[in-house]
């Protein structure tokens, strides 16, 4: 069974920076594109930044120039470095990925989500 699991969530202060980390486990063969989401209460899931297999990335035009999504393809792992933090960044962040597996034996590919991580600025 694959799991992403994320870490790096907390409390930080305007002005502050964070980083969110997220791996994959399980018997992976593959990850291609993997992104940050994030859901504010009351409000839609929404993405916040991705990167290719190729490290091509993008990004929400509300953290363009203060978030960096980056990706370490021998440890299975995403991160997103928040810099800059705004009372409005506050949310749960989701990791996401589409990865190719061994699923019972088959390979599969499956988008799959992460259990979410909360972030809060406030001072």
């Known amino acids: 069974q694959v799991q992403l699991v994320e870490s790096g969530g907390g409390l930080v202060q305007p002005g502050g920076s964070l980083r969110l980390s997220c791996i994959a486990s399980?018997?992976?063969?593959?990850?291609?594109?993997m992104g940050w989401y994030r859901q504010a209460p009351g409000q839609q899931r929404e993405l916040v930044a991705a990167i290719t297999s190729s490290s091509v990335t993008n990004y929400a035009d509300s953290v363009k120039g203060r978030f960096t999504v980056s990706r370490d393809n021998v440890k299975n792992t995403v991160y997103l470095q928040m810099n800059s933090l705004k009372p409005e960044d506050t949310a749960v962040y989701y990791c996401?990925?589409?990865?190719?597996?061994?699923?019972?034996?088959?390979?599969?590919?499956?988008?799959?989500w992460g259990q979410g991580t909360q972030v809060t600025v406030s001072s």
């Open positions: 399980g018997r992976v063969f593959s990850i291609y594109d």
């Open positions: 996401n990925a589409d990865i190719l597996a061994l699923i019972a034996g088959t390979p599969a590919q499956n988008s799959y």
